[in-house]
């Protein structure tokens, strides 16, 4: 058996109207349902993530991590700050992984990487 239709990877909310704005109207995701207590967006290079009211915020510590890559971390950056989005530095390289990134929440309080692969071999996986 194989699975081919897609991935969705549901998260909790407490404020669906405060993740929508997040997740669609400051980082640019396509909402694609609407089931009312529940909202799934699609995701950049494919799968898709979703929001519901009924499901519980859990998090510890950094984790969740919800990572979006992007060749424009900076623009998003600059976005996020422009909104209020706390964030926890300015866009850095990380040796270890050949990233360009940085970290933020979201309304939720769950860490939102949005990040560049720096490595070729890396990057390849993630062009559109």
Known sequence: MTMQ???????GTKDLE???????NLLGLPL??????????????GGFIGFCEHLEVC????????TL????????????????????SEPKFN????????FAQDPQGYTVEIQRFER????????G
Do not use: M
């Not at 070729?120 to 062009?127: T, V, Y």
């Open 5 to 11: 239709a897609g991935f969705i990877a549901f998260f």
């Open 18 to 24: 405060a993740t929508h704005g997040f997740y669609s």
């Open 32 to 45: 694609v349902i609407d089931q009312g207590t529940c909202r799934i967006y699609r995701a950049p290079g």
């Open 59 to 66: 998090q510890a510590g950094r984790a969740p991590i919800i």
């Open 69 to 88: 890559v992007t060749d424009d971390v900076d623009g998003v950056y600059e976005t996020l700050i422009q909104a209020g989005t706390k964030v926890s």
């Open 95 to 102: 040796e270890n992984y050949g990233i360009y990134h940085f």
């Open 120 to 127: 070729p071999e890396d990057a390849r996986h993630f062009e």
